[in-house]
């Protein structure tokens, strides 16, 4: 059974840069049929998609996070990075990492089949 | 700018069918939206119900079944258990790899 497992700081300061991994167990995150999401959702809110990477490296964005998102792979440790720059009040939120499933060929993504627990973080001085 | 728009709350009798929508505030939802809905308690990860308008994950009960209402996306219910009262979430994928959730439905069963 696959597994996600999101780790990093669970408080920041507002103005610094957000670091948070998702480490994959129990599947190769090499694999070709799927892209690999960062999610969070802030208090009380409803969830936001952040963005994905695809093993290769190719990645999209939220269009309204894009300026300061950047989401990499390191296919040798079998996970997956996101740094989030100019923190604020705003991006407080638990924060959580997904493996999407993509259609063979075209590649589209079109299901969010496994989650990670999730991982809260705090920005605050 | 986008939005999904779905009913803040709904309620429901126990053994009774509900319906939750899932629209666009720019047009008409339909199949090609992949649309999925995804069920969340409190303190937990979301837990994905229905991909790609009406497949179901792995393990999901057969009371849940997804599918397109006019122009919007739907999530029904039938047989409503207790243990169904959650947060219900309905996400579109609008191309280009982006995907858009919205502010999700409070279901109280009473």
């Known amino acids: ?125 | 700018q986008t939005v999904v728009t779905q009913e803040p709350s709904f309620a429901v009798s126990p053994g009774g069918t509900v319906t939750l929508t899932c629209g666009l505030n720019s047009g008409s939802v339909s199949v090609g939206y992949y649309p999925s809905w995804f069920q969340q308690t409190p303190g937990q990860a979301p837990r994905t119900l229905i991909y790609t308008t009406n497949s179901r994950s792995s393990g999901v009960p057969d009371r849940f079944s997804g599918s397109i209402l006019g122009n919007k996306a739907a999530l029904t219910i039938t047989g409503a258990q207790a243990d169904d009262e959650s947060d219900y979430y309905c996400a579109l994928y609008m191309g280009n790899g982006i995907w858009v959730f919205g502010g999700g439905t409070k279901l109280t069963v009473l």
């Open chain 1, 1 to 125: 059974q696959l597994q996600l497992q999101e780790s990093g700081p669970g408080l920041v300061k507002p103005s610094e840069t957000l670091s948070l991994t998702c480490t994959v167990s129990g599947g190769s995150i090499s694999s070709s049929d799927c892209y690999w999401g960062w999610i969070r959702q802030p208090p009380g809110k409803g969830p936001e998609w952040i963005g994905s990477i695809y093993y290769t490296g190719n990645t999209h964005y939220n269009p309204s996070l894009s300026s300061r998102v950047t989401i990499s792979v390191d296919t040798s440790k079998n996970r997956f990075s996101l740094q989030l720059t100019s923190l604020a009040a705003a991006d407080t939120a638990v924060y959580y990492c997904a493996r999407i499933a993509a259609a063979a060929g075209s590649l589209r993504p079109y299901y969010f089949k496994y989650w990670g627990q999730g991982t809260l973080v705090t920005v605050s001085s």
